[in-house]
C-alpha cells in the first residue's frame, strides 16, 4: 500500500516562503506523473504544480513562485512556495500516479480534477498579514 505524506505546512505573512514535501512510503520511480494540488474551504480542487519525468508544469497562478522538484533517492516530491499570497492560502496534497501515463495526462491534470491512484492527506497553508 502506497501512503504519501505531506508535511512543511504552516501560517506565514504575504511575501513569505514555505517548502512542502511529500514522502513516499515506496519507490517513486515508476511513478512518472506526480504533482501537487490544493484545495480552499468552499472551493474545487485545483492543480498547483506537475512533473512529468523531471520536467515540471506550473499552473499559472503560481508561474515565478512556486517551484516543483523530486528527489527520486528519497522517494520525496517538494514544492518550494516563495512570494507567498493570501489567496494561495488552502490544504495542499501530492498525488502521484500509480504506473506510466503520458505527457498529456500529467499536463491536463493542472487544469482537470483527473484521477491519480495515490493523494496524500494534505497540509495546511496559511497566509495572512
Known amino acids: 500500500q502506497v501512503q504519501l505524506v505531506e508535511s512543511g505546512g504552516g501560517s506565514v505573512q504575504p511575501g513569505g516562503s514555505l517548502r512542502l514535501s511529500c514522502k513516499s512510503s515506496?519507490?517513486?520511480?515508476?511513478?512518472?506523473?506526480m504533482g501537487w494540488f490544493r484545495q480552499a474551504p468552499g472551493k474545487a480542487r485545483e492543480g498547483v504544480a506537475v512533473i512529468f519525468e523531471g520536467g515540471p508544469f506550473y499552473a499559472d497562478s503560481v508561474k515565478g513562485r512556486f517551484t516543483i522538484s523530486q528527489d527520486k533517492s528519497e522517494n520525496t516530491l517538494y514544492l518550494q512556495m516563495n512570494g507567498l499570497k493570501p489567496e494561495d492560502t488552502a490544504m495542499y496534497y501530492c498525488?502521484?500516479?500509480?504506473?506510466?501515463?503520458?505527457?498529456?495526462?500529467?499536463?491536463?491534470?493542472?487544469?482537470?480534477?483527473?484521477?491519480?491512484?495515490?493523494r496524500g492527506q494534505g497540509t495546511q497553508v496559511t497566509v495572512s498579514p
Open positions: 515506496t519507490d517513486t520511480s515508476s511513478m512518472n506523473c
Open positions: 498525488a502521484a500516479t500509480a504506473g506510466r501515463v503520458d505527457r498529456t495526462y500529467c499536463h491536463t491534470a493542472l487544469v482537470q480534477d483527473l484521477p491519480f491512484a495515490y
